[in-house]
Structures are given as C-alpha cells and as structure tokens.
C-alpha cells in the first residue's frame, strides 16, 4: 500500500488519472507532472484497466471521469474503494454536480470538481483529499450539510426520485443502450435492468418503453449531458 503523502522520505501525492479520451488522459498527466508535490504514476481508460492499476500500484488520489467506455461510476467507484481502501477518489466530470456530487460521495468518493472549473481547483481538490478532507463545491456542500442537518429536502426533480441505480440505468435508456448494453456496463443481469426500467416507469408515470427512451434522452439533453 502507498505511504501516506505527508512522509518525508517521499512527499510527493502519488496520482492516477482514469478518462476514456486520451487527449484528456495526456493533457492532465502533464498539467498534474508539473505541479509542485504532484507525480502521476499511471492512467486507465476503462474500468478493467483502472482496476488493475489501483490493485497493483494503488496511488495516493485516483482523478477519474465519472463515466468510462466500459463502466458507470457510480457502481465503479464503489469496487474502486474496495479494492483499495486507502485511496483518495476526486471525480472529475462534466456531468452535472448537483444530480451527481453527493451520490458520488454516497458510495465512496472524496470530491468532485467540474471540468469547466479553473485547474487550480481541482489541484486544490486533490490536496484537501489526499490530507483527508472533502472537496466539493460550496453549494454542493451546503446543501448536503443542510440534509444531513434536516434543514434541505431530498433534490426535487426528475433525478431526486430515482435511486442511484435506477438513474444509471435511466441515463443509459437516453442514450439508446438495448437491454444487454445496460446490464453489460452496469455489471447485473437483463432481469435486473428490466425491474429497474419498468420502477423507473412508475416514478415517472410513463406508460411505454418508446416514452421512457424520450424522456430520458429528453433529461439529458437539458442536463447539459446530451
């Protein structure tokens, strides 16, 4: 397992990067190289590869796309924690935080930093993660602390009724994935995906399939995710 990044015999933070565009996996290992205390030590573009890479030489703070070609983040980042317990997780994304911050952290994750935000930011993510904090955004943060605290309701809208699971397989119906697609990227049976598709129908009072794949196409055009 990695030393802590604060020993003084190697004080660098230890950092892989996991995006399934390489510009974006080129672009960023450069930007974090040349940052003071920083070294990449290694980059995935699928879930297959980012397992591998944090068992065998698990960093400090893994800087992940919350989506790669093979795999949803959400259940991605759940195995993640469990097969290295110590890492440090910023999801770096340019899904929308306020659908996808807090579950985020819900299943293991650190911090989530947008991608159109400053690239200071996300080095001061990766810093504040890899001390042991957490790093979102202020609103982000005072809305989940207003939860905790009872003061803030559950999201309202479209995302806000729907389990982590239910909106993964939701996203996947708008971007036109068949049965087998979905049950293959979200790792569960067709079944399964089916049981999702049909409570997902219910919560949003949609009669047939042609009008679920609408209105989830529908959501993620308007959520910038399109």
């Known amino acids: 397992m990695a030393e802590a990044p604060s020993s003084a015999s190697n004080p660098r933070i230890l950092i892989a990067i996991a995006d ?15 940052e003071f205390g920083f070294a990449v030590t290694g980059s995935a ?12 030489q ?9 989506m790669l070609q093979d795999a949803d983040g959400l259940a991605l980042i ?11 997780i910023v999801v770096f994304s340019d899904h929308p935080e306020d659908v996808y911050a ?19 930011t996300l080095f001061r993510a ?15 943060s005072s809305e989940v602390l207003g939860r905790l605290m009872g003061r803030v309701n559950k999201p309202a809208g479209l995302a806000g ?5 239910e909106l993964q397989v939701f996203r996947l119906v708008g971007r036109a994935l068949n ?14 995906v089916e049981a999702h598709r049909e409570n997902i129908k219910g919560k949003l009072a949609l009669d047939t399939h042609a009008a679920l794949v609408a209105r989830a196409a529908q959501w993620l055009r308007e959520s910038g995710q399109g």
């Open 126 to 140: 990766i810093r504040d993660v890899a001390a042991g904090g957490i790093a979102v955004s202020p609103r982000v």
């Open 161 to 165: 009724k729907l389990t982590d699971r």
């Open 58 to 66: 698990p960093p400090h703070v893994l800087v992940m796309d919350l």
């Open 20 to 34: 399934d565009y390489p510009v974006m996996r080129e672009g960023l290992a450069r930007l974090i190289a040349d």
């Open 102 to 120: 807090e579950r985020c952290l819900r299943v293991g994750a650190h911090g989530y930093v947008m991608k159109r935000d400053p690239v200071a």
């Open 179 to 192: 049965t087998r697609a979905i049950a293959a990227k979200l790792g569960v049976s067709g079944k399964t």
């Open 78 to 88: 759940k195995e993640i924690t469990s097969l290295a317990p110590a890492l440090r």
């Open 45 to 56: 573009a699928t879930g297959r590869e980012l397992r591998a890479l944090v068992t065998l």
